[in-house]
């Protein structure tokens, strides 16, 4: 690997000289010949490196052809899949899809394309809410919670924009709202997080302010307070306000099911010019409207879209809840394991550039310290200044060399 193009974009990635990096990688892509899979690997790389750097265009090529130098490689599959539906090309993303499935075996609809994909679970858009055995008396607390809401539901139109405990989403008050902020089209979205929320003095005030909210779910729904203490789910009162648009896209996860119970719904609203309703949503294709009081069952691991051109604001609470084939503590877990798996190695592909084949592949430790999950505290000198990743050449691994004292941390 030394003396390479590929060597030297390594070197200035972990300068932190991105630019470079990726203009050594594209130069090492046209000239230095390697064996397909190692091509793929690089040329997903830096596909997700030019993602990152707002230029899909470029990286859906790259992408296209990693995947046909190596139909195995998934990630490659997703990130490809993912970024045709951001440029909205249906066209191509429909070709991408089908090799995902037949080549790939990345899943098995190609409607449903969540990032982690548990195959074994029955799927399906809707679910029957009959089945769910806490349906009909959550429905019976609806007035009690619509009654909460219009307390609050002011501060989510006030003059000068919405204010606590309303939060955009997608803005960063919790990790699991991201994806869903980038598909917003047009228009606001916004909610108050009752379970899931990374703050915990926000979601305490959230919680104080909906207390029928919270005790429905913690008394009939415990799962749905597991699942998001997990990391894995949510419990948020959901806002869609007049005019908005929110893209096609799916869920990251196939764990779970959605719920949806219709508190503030606009009445009589006319088809839009598609003929589809004006407030609703659609899941694999197929667009339903909700209702007040009534709850609606969903898996958002399928492609969905909403809208609301209604001339009110629209508000459910929604639910996230274990996939009901999911029954034990034992599958969850289990489940949960594959997920952060699958999650963490397409992240590690994202982080971290693919080196030779005589390299050590970097370990668990340093993986942790890459995603940010490690405390970084020198463990030499007690320093938290972090560290710098460096290419040993005599021992053929990467190393994490502290700023502070130089201390080879890993």
Known sequence: MAGTLWAEGVRALFADECTSAAKLFAASIQEEPVESKVA??????????LLDSGRPLEAIRHLQQAVKLDPDLKEAHIALCMSLEEVRDDDALRAAVAA????GGVWSSPRQRPAAFLADLVSQPFWDP???PW???????SPRIRCELEEILPLLEHPRGPKPPWARVGGGHRATGRQDGEAILRGGWHEVVLFGLQEQKQQADAQGRCSAALKAIQDLLPEAVSLAEAGAGEVVLSALSPGTDVLRHCGRANHRLTAHLGLSIPQEVPPGPDNQ??????VGGEWRCWERDRIMVFDDSFEHEVRNHAGSTRVVLLIRFWHPSLDTADKRDMALEEIQASLARAQRLRTLPPLAPAYTEPGPLLEEHLLGRSSGICAKCGSAEGGDLVLDEENRRVRLVGRCCGHVVL
């Open 40 to 49: 793929a690997r690089r040329l997903h790389f830096l596909a997700e490196m």
């Open 130 to 132: 009959k089945i769910f």
């Open 135 to 141: 349906v009909q008396a959550l429905e019976a607390a």
């Open 277 to 282: 309703p004006a407030c609703g949503i659609a």
């Open 100 to 103: 995902a499935i037949v080549e």
